[in-house]
């Protein structure tokens, strides 16, 4: 019963969010639009995994953005292991196509699909499957992202096919090797309370709930609090912080810590 009051307590965050400022740049989850056109975007991401047991794992995530047009954007990254020695563990792509726009005064809503593919040369011996790192995959789905004056909300699902890389993770049935994840999503700014112009710093507090579920039934699920600053439009810095809220199957961490940077070029 605790996962359900949880997920009620987090629902009734993001009704009442409505109230409050915010902008649709998550931390965790990608919102349904996309970078500008012709730009290029630079991001460096580092994760510190922490296990149940304690030990832990870093691991960082250089990658390369591009802003095609409106509705199109694309990513290519690097996943780099760095706890005891440096190794390029492998890479991915991510694609978003945001296929449907409503625009109105201080609000629209719009939705968009995505297409991750990713490559790992090593195993990581959990039932989690995580593409963005740990897991060699497709991932396909469906965001979409409502902006209310400046409160942003925004519900992902997709579907996750893993792929075996070793023996160390192999999966042996399907149950194993496909997953439905949904992710809600909720944010606001807390400065400038007034906005005069693009050079002003801003300062959003985010709240973003991921959930998986296995297709053999086993499941996990984890809040993920955060902080952003945006400086003159174009730099961005996250710090956030994932903590599992409850889950019945094996994951690499149950915790884990993110600082990134990201700068945006326009063409």
């Not at 390029?88 to 609000?107: E, N, Q, V």
């Not at 979409?144 to 999966?171: C, D, M, R, V, W």
Request: hydrophobic share 40%; net charge positive.
């Amino acid at each position: 019963m605790l996962r359900y009051r949880l997920l009620a307590i987090f629902i009734f965050c993001l009704i009442t969010a409505q109230t409050s400022f915010a902008q649709e740049l998550y931390v965790f989850n990608e919102p349904a639009s996309n970078m500008p056109a012709r730009s290029t975007g630079i991001r460096l991401s580092n994760w510190w995994m922490i296990a149940g047991n304690g030990t832990g794992q870093y691991q960082l995530q250089p990658e390369v953005m591009f802003g095609f047009n409106k509705q199109l954007m694309g990513h290519a990254e690097l996943f780099v292991n760095g706890s005891h020695h440096w190794e390029m563990a492998g890479g991915g792509i991510y694609a978003k196509y945001r296929f449907y726009s409503k625009d109105a005064y201080h609000r629209h809503f719009r939705m968009a699909a995505f297409l991750r593919a990713s490559y790992i040369n090593e195993g990581y011996g959990a039932e989690e499957l995580q593409v963005n790192g740990q897991n060699t995959g497709l991932q396909l789905g469906w965001i979409g992202t409502q902006l209310l004056h400046k409160t942003a909300l925004s519900a992902t699902i997709n579907y996750t096919k893993a792929l075996p890389q070793s023996t160390e993770n192999a999966f042996i049935t399907n149950d194993y090797s496909q997953a439905i994840d949904y992710h809600l999503s909720a944010g606001h700014l807390i400065y400038p309370k007034n906005y005069k112009g693009y050079k002003q710093t801003n300062i959003n507090l985010m709240v973003e709930w991921q959930s998986q579920m296995l297709l053999s039934g086993k499941s996990y699920a984890e809040i993920a609090p955060s902080l952003q600053f945006i400086f003159n439009s174009q730099t961005r810095v996250d710090f956030g912080y994932k903590y599992q809220l409850y889950g019945n199957l094996a994951r690499y961490s149950t915790r884990s810590l993110l600082f990134r940077i990201e700068h945006l070029i326009f063409r």
